[in-house]
């Protein structure tokens, strides 16, 4: 009997006692820690995403946009005028190594980086210059066909593949919507390809 009323009037402050506020504090700083390191983690990819935006996308759209969509008149003016499709495929070709090496010096030299943050002017430059020209040779490599009507059909199917890649670009990283993004980027090369037929048609 005594046994048991030791037993059951043992003190609160026994070792085993001890240790459980213990435990449970070394578990709240770890699972602190482990939130500590989440927040860490989760802006270091937002940081790294932003910088991805700024010096990789933003650089690479804005080429794409200039060479997919300023080309445009030179090549099909010269195709509608000429009716020759080597002709316009020689005049786009220039046009798009024009606007390249133009688009390269521009966002190169605009910008060295040191305040906004956008990385190496000259990656920047580079980027912006290839895609320009990406931009603009895509829709003319069609007029390598002899066949006028063929290139030109063909040609304008490349030009919507561009503009819908445009736009789906600004939609993903940029969160425009799907819809205005498609009519701002259809509505600029419906602008310059009336341009285009206008001249050519002169």
Do not use: C
């Not at 609160?12 to 927040?39: C, K, M, N, W, Y």
């Not at 989760?42 to 935006?53: G, I, M, P």
């Not at 906004?116 to 990656?123: A, C, E, K």
């Not at 009336?194 to 050519?200: D, L, N, P, S, V």
């Amino acid at each position: 009997m005594a046994s048991n009323l030791r037993k059951e009037t043992q003190p609160l402050d026994t070792p085993q006692a001890q240790r459980r506020p213990l435990a449970h504090t070394a578990g709240h700083i770890a699972e602190s820690g482990q939130q500590v390191v989440a927040s860490v983690t989760e802006a270091a990819e937002d940081e790294a995403s932003r910088r991805f935006l700024l010096r990789v996308v933003q650089p690479g759209l804005a080429g794409l946009m200039d060479g997919s969509v300023s080309t445009l008149a030179p090549i099909f003016a010269t195709a509608f005028a000429t009716h020759q499709p080597f002709t316009a495929f020689l005049v786009g070709i220039a046009a798009a190594t024009g606007a390249g090496i133009s688009m390269a010096f521009s966002e190169a030299l605009s910008d060295d980086g040191e305040l906004t943050g956008r990385g190496s002017p000259l990656v920047r430059g580079s980027i912006t210059g290839a895609m320009t020209f990406l931009g603009g040779a895509l829709h003319t490599l069609p007029f390598l066909v002899p066949d006028l009507h063929l290139a030109l059909l063909i040609a304008y199917i490349v030009v919507a593949v561009e503009l819908v890649a445009i736009g789906a670009i600004r939609h993903r990283f940029f969160g425009t919507s799907w819809w205005l993004s498609m009519l701002q980027v259809v509505g600029g090369g419906a602008l310059v390809f009336a341009a285009a037929w206008i001249f050519g048609n002169a």
